[in-house]
């Protein structure tokens, strides 16, 4: 941010990140709707402009609308009367065609994201639990001694730099890497959903459909439903390898939220999500009842959903989480 606003250069960037919109940028190219729009100013600049401009062009419309009627109620009574009236008629049809192909067109409001995850049965009292967990590799001593606890339906954020050992941690507690020392004990009838950072769910090759059918015994039917209240409704058949960023990452939540797990393991699953589906998502995790253990450097997100408790990477400290906290979320 700092190396950005100090910028002397001209800077095409792409982002969702609102505070670099907001800071950093001098104006934004909307690509929205098949068209590309220039507004000058900052994103906040844009979301107020965007909707006076729309505003305007409903005005416009409204008034080439009672245009065309009142030419067309003319049409209507003259037609068929004198030859004089009748040829009258004829012009104004032509002149309404002319308006009704250069009618100002009104985009339809994007569809939203509709992100749940369904209530699950619960899980025993304690779903998770490790103590002493060490982890190397090579040289490299991520962490040594981290124990972690975790009630059931509490919200836990992993913080820390880059580098500090958070994804390491949640991969040890979903069980796709073993720690060197220590074990992951699961509660009584605990199901782990884990979102992973960098799409490695995701397989190039397969279809947006196959990869639902891999992780639910659901019907099609209801698959794709699912995918539609991700916006991946006419990405079914579609190579999944091609998404964009933040189509992968809602194809990911995706496959986590069919599962109906009680227990959620999410590293960093706003990244490449738009402002809206971050929304959604934030929605969804707030009247999710189940366990949750999130990794996030995203600070207005890890604010709004509140989480009970923090580690704290590499050291592995845990504390009730508060709103000072939120400067170390920002720090990684
Ligand atoms: N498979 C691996 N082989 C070698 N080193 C690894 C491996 N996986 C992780 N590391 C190293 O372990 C350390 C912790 O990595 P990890 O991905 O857990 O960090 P993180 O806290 O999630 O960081 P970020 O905020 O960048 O996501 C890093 O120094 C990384 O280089
Ligand atoms: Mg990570």
Do not use: C
Not at 25 to 35: D, K, P, R, Y
Not at 240 to 251: I, P, R, V
């Amino acid at each position: 941010m700092d190396f950005l606003s100090t910028y002397k250069g001209g800077l095409l960037v792409i982002s969702h990140d609102l505070p670099l919109l907001d800071e950093s940028i001098t104006s934004v190219l909307a690509v929205e709707h098949g068209t590309l729009e220039p507004f000058r100013g900052n994103y906040s600049y844009f979301l107020a402009e965007r909707e006076r401009r729309r505003e305007q062009r409903i005005r416009e419309r409204k008034h080439q609308d009672e245009k065309i009627a009142r030419l067309e109620e003319g049409i209507r009574r003259f037609k068929g009367k004198t030859e004089k009236m009748a040829k009258r008629a004829r012009s104004w049809e032509t002149r309404v065609e002319k308006l009704k192909a250069q009618r100002t067109e009104i985009s339809r409001r994007g569809r939203q994201v509709a992100v749940r995850f369904p209530q699950p049965p619960p899980s025993g009292r304690t779903p998770i639990k490790a103590q002493g967990l060490a982890k190397a590799f090579g040289q490299n001593v991520v962490f040594v001694d981290v124990d972690v606890d975790i009630d059931r339906g509490e919200r836990m954020i992993i913080m820390g730099l880059n580098g500090a050992g958070k994804t390491t941690l949640l991969r040890i507690l979903a069980g796709v890497e073993h720690a060197d020392i220590g074990e992951v004990e699961l509660g009584h009838q605990v199901s782990l959903g884990y979102y992973a950072q960098e799409h490695e769910q995701i397989r190039a090759g397969d279809s947006v459909l196959d990869h639902m059918r891999t992780v639910s015994a659901l019907p099609d039917r209801e698959l794709r439903s699912i995918l539609g209240h991700f916006l991946l409704a006419d990405k079914v058949d579609q190579d999944a390898g091609t998404l964009s960023g933040g189509e992968k990452t809602k194809l990911a939540l995706a496959q986590v939220a069919v599962g109906a797990h009680n227990v959620l393991l999410l590293d960093e699953p706003t990244n490449n999500l738009d402002p809206q589906a971050k929304e959604a998502l934030l929605d969804a995790l707030e009247q999710y009842e189940g366990t949750l253990i999130l990794v996030s450097h995203d600070t207005d997100f890890v604010e709004e959903l509140a989480p009970d408790r923090a580690i704290l990477m590499p050291d592995g400290a845990t504390a009730y989480f508060d709103e000072s906290m939120l400067d170390l979320v920002a720090l990684a």
